[in-house]
DNA sequence: TAATATTACATTGTTATACTATGTATATTG
DNA sequence: CAATATACATAGTATAACAATGTAATATTA
């Protein structure tokens, strides 16, 4: 019922959504992009593609908010750590005011 | 401090979100486009632009999510009042599920 | 040990949508 | 009568998610 509507409603409805969780879920700890991928998706179910993660890295780290620093490995190939900027903290910070102002103004039209 | 930065997140959260948002309003009223732009001023201090806000009213009746109809008006222009159809009702649940789960995910991994 | 799967990062091209700017037309108010 | 508000609409631009594809190393398994 209206199954590709929806579907790509849920698309949509991650641009921008992403940038947030990925902030988030780097102010407290550093990852690397496989790994947060499969993070995410254990932590909130939401689906991160490849192909979208990788651009929205390349995006932050022009924009300030993210750096990186590879780490050789024992064995296997090197992985590339991202960690937040104090910029990024800062912009999280504001981003966090704007969502809290979205999700109650939702929850209310939502009654 | 990043100000573009966040104006521009802004605006690709509202990706997605301004569909759930109009659906929801529309739920139990019927609004004509100025006032709808208005209203959502007033319950949500989301801001819409008209340009936004009509072609976007054109997709979901092309969807047949949502059904129009002018009224003429005793002084002034005939207004466009939208209506809920039922197919926007069915899809609007399926969306509130999954909103649900975005924004508790997005609580957890805020903490 | 050869084939397959998994890990790991990356780019190209497509698609969808919010917004700015602009346009049309009517009604009200100073 | 000029300015402002009401009311709907479209064209063009910018941005971001995603599918598809590519590269390369390692681990698994038949």
């Given at each position: 019922?209206?199954?590709?509507?929806?579907?790509k409603?849920?698309?949509?409805?991650?641009?921008?959504?992403l940038?947030f969780v990925?902030?988030?879920?780097?102010?407290?700890?550093e990852?690397?992009?496989?790994?947060?991928?499969?993070?995410?998706?254990?932590?909130?179910?939401?689906?991160i593609?490849e192909?979208t993660?990788?651009?929205?890295?390349?995006r932050?780290?022009?924009?300030?908010?993210?750096?990186?620093k590879?780490?050789?490995?024992?064995?296997?190939?090197?992985?590339?750590?991202?960690?937040?900027?104090?910029?990024?903290k800062e912009?999280?910070?504001q981003?966090?005011?704007?969502?809290?102002?979205?999700s109650?103004s939702?929850?209310?039209?939502?009654?």
């Amino acid at each position: 019922m209206n199954e590709i509507f929806v579907t790509k409603w849920k698309s949509q409805v991650k641009k921008g959504t992403l940038t947030f969780v990925v902030l988030n879920v780097l102010r407290n700890n550093e990852f690397y992009g496989y790994e947060f991928i499969e993070e995410v998706k254990k932590l909130t179910a939401i689906e991160i593609a490849e192909g979208t993660f990788y651009p929205l890295m390349n995006r932050l780290k022009k924009e300030d908010l993210v750096s990186s620093k590879w780490v050789e490995q024992e064995s296997g190939i090197p992985r590339k750590y991202y960690v937040l900027t104090e910029t990024g903290k800062e912009t999280l910070k504001q981003m966090q005011v704007y969502w809290a102002e979205l999700s109650t103004s939702i929850k209310e039209i939502s009654k």
